[in-house]
């Protein structure tokens, strides 16, 4: 995920050549898998619905709201205007819908006592201001409960590439994880069909599949009945396979998610050095998602942070990030780790997730080495290599 404002490295045009290729296998599969939307009522369950208004809601809420801009705007005179527009957009996706003022005000520099007060003013100017039902619906807007049906083949694993994207879309690297995952399917001889309908996630649809991938998704995307599909269908023995923007985040509205699910909280990646080589060292050899991977790799990238280290909190940790081999500095921020994992695996009750930081430039997803990362992951979640989850190991 790139700081607002910054532009991200692009395919050079070979590369494009190659995304309109794998472009045209990705047409070819879907041809295998057909697909239709069943539309449905209004969203009425979308997670924040009647939250009161605060410094801590997603800024987008605050936004939609005329009332409670004033707020901002009386307390922060000028702040709205003066970052990128991407972050103060009210139509999903949007990056306000992953920050909260505090995050905003940090990203313009803002000193900590500085954020302190400001929470304090707004919130004062935030409390009496009712939850309105154009509220509810303008919350709601940018969730969905419309199910696709999928007419899926017999024979093969079953894969669901989930696109909903309602926060930050970097959308030269989702299109290019989307060709890259479109063309590993067709090679391993799986089926794989692609929605950005957080409909999808019901117990009726999860069951045809037997993993899951979210491609760098950002924002919350699922209602309260989505969500509970969904860690039902993991805990139950499914299986979900996320890179990099799937737990890029700078705030989390579902915790889950974050912390039970991914394990890890995002803390950040450089800023005046965004793209950097950085070595990466494989920790455990034997684990089967490190077949045929080299012992290290040097790639650059984006290299993302986080609050808490994944090792600790019961991961298996495929690959970890040297420090040394690049800078790890947001503004003078140090994001050091000291053991940094940068791509793992966990169990959740019987059901099992791999998720890999790596992945914001496109030319990563044809890369030979990330390419067998990810063909092993994948393998590794349909066939479920290993001890199984939920039992002794």
């Known amino acids: 995920m790139p700081i607002p404002g910054q532009t991200a490295i692009r395919a050079d045009s070979a590369k494009r050549v190659v995304m309109k290729r794998l472009a045209l296998v990705a047409l070819a599969m879907l041809s295998c898998a057909a697909v239709s939307v069943a539309q449905a009522r209004p969203v009425i369950d979308c997670p924040l619905r009647d939250a009161p208004f605060s410094s801590r809601s997603p800024m987008i809420d605050l936004l939609l709201d005329p009332a409670a801009r004033a707020v901002v705007e009386r307390n922060q005179p000028g702040l709205l205007s003066h970052v990128p527009a991407m972050m103060v957009s009210t139509a999903a996706p949007s990056f306000a819908a992953i920050v909260t003022l505090r995050e905003m005000l940090g990203l313009i520099g803002k000193s900590e006592a500085d954020i302190t007060a400001a929470e304090v003013a707004i919130d004062a100017g935030l409390r009496p201001l009712p939850v309105t039902a154009a509220d509810r619906e303008a919350r709601c807007a ?18 669901l590439l989930f696109e909903k994207i309602n926060g930050f879309r970097d959308a030269p690297s989702v299109n290019a994880a989307h060709a890259a995952f479109v063309d590993l399917a067709r090679r391993n001889h799986w089926t ?22 979210w491609n760098n998704i950002s924002g919350d995307v699922l209602t309260l009945a989505e969500r509970a599909a969904m860690k039902g269908y993991i805990e139950q ?16 509205w579902w915790d889950w998610y974050v912390d039970t699910l991914i394990g890890a909280r995002f803390a950040g990646h450089p800023f005046q050095k965004q793209f950097q080589p950085g070595r990466v060292v494989i920790d455990n050899p034997a ?6 991977l080299p012992p290290e790799w040097t790639v650059t990238e984006e290299w993302y942070s986080f609050k808490n280290n994944p090792r600790a909190t019961g991961s298996h940790i495929l690959a970890t990030l040297d420090e040394n081999s690049y800078e790890p500095l947001f503004m003078k921020r140090s994001l050091r780790m000291g053991d940094h994992p940068i791509a793992w695996s966990r169990c959740i009750g019987k059901g099992r997730m791999f998720y890999s930081a790596i992945g914001h430039r496109p030319e990563l997803y044809t890369d030979p080495v990330y390419q ?18 939920g039992q002794p190991g």
């Open 287 to 292: 684990d089967p998602i490190a077949k045929g």
């Open 192 to 213: 794989l069909v692609t929605t950005d309908k957080g409909g999808a996630f019901n117990r009726a649809t999860l069951r045809q599949f037997d993993a899951v991938i």
């Open 237 to 252: 023995g499914g299986s979900f396979v996320g890179v990099h923007g799937s737990a890029g985040d700078p705030v989390y």
């Open 142 to 159: 940018r969730y969905d409960n419309d199910r696709p049906r999928f007419d899926l083949p017999a024979g093969q694993p079953r894969l």
């Open 372 to 389: 067998q990362m990810l063909t092993n992951a994948l393998g590794w979640a349909v066939r479920h290599d290993g001890p199984a989850c």
